[in-house]
């Protein structure tokens, strides 16, 4: 007769099979390091390369569209491992794109962009 005082703990060997470990958080901070990493560089040496070629890398304008510029590259990279970035978005409403054998033919929608922008030819 079993005392029912006791408790019953499983064999020490035995491995529950109900346990999940979820890495999708970890995996996701090793993208965005990557992405961050990978674009500081990038974005270094295309400003390496334009001020070598006397581009004033350091005027405000030129800073602000540095900074448009390093989100698009993260946007690029973060859509390579299926993350989101509100860019691709964008890039979805303006960018058209058709496969012709291997090459494929892109299409920016320079209306639309003007019509997001509020841009105006006159000014």
Do not use: W
Not at 104 to 122: L, P, Q, R, S
């Amino acid at each position: 007769m079993v005392d029912s005082k006791v408790i019953q703990f499983p064999l020490k060997n035995q491995i529950s099979s109900g346990i999940k470990v979820d890495n999708s958080a970890a995996e996701m901070r090793e993208n965005i390091i990557f992405t961050e990493n990978l674009t500081e560089a990038l974005i270094v040496n295309l400003i390496h390369n334009m001020s070598e070629n006397g581009i004033d890398v350091d005027t405000e304008p030129y800073i602000r569209d540095t900074s448009f510029l390093i989100e698009m590259v993260k946007s690029m990279i973060y859509r390579d491992s299926e993350m989101t970035h509100p860019f691709q978005n964008l890039v979805d409403m303006c960018v058209s794109s058709t496969k012709e054998g291997k090459s494929v033919h892109v299409e920016v929608d320079i209306d639309m962009i003007k019509e997001i922008t509020g841009f105006n030819e006159e000014e």
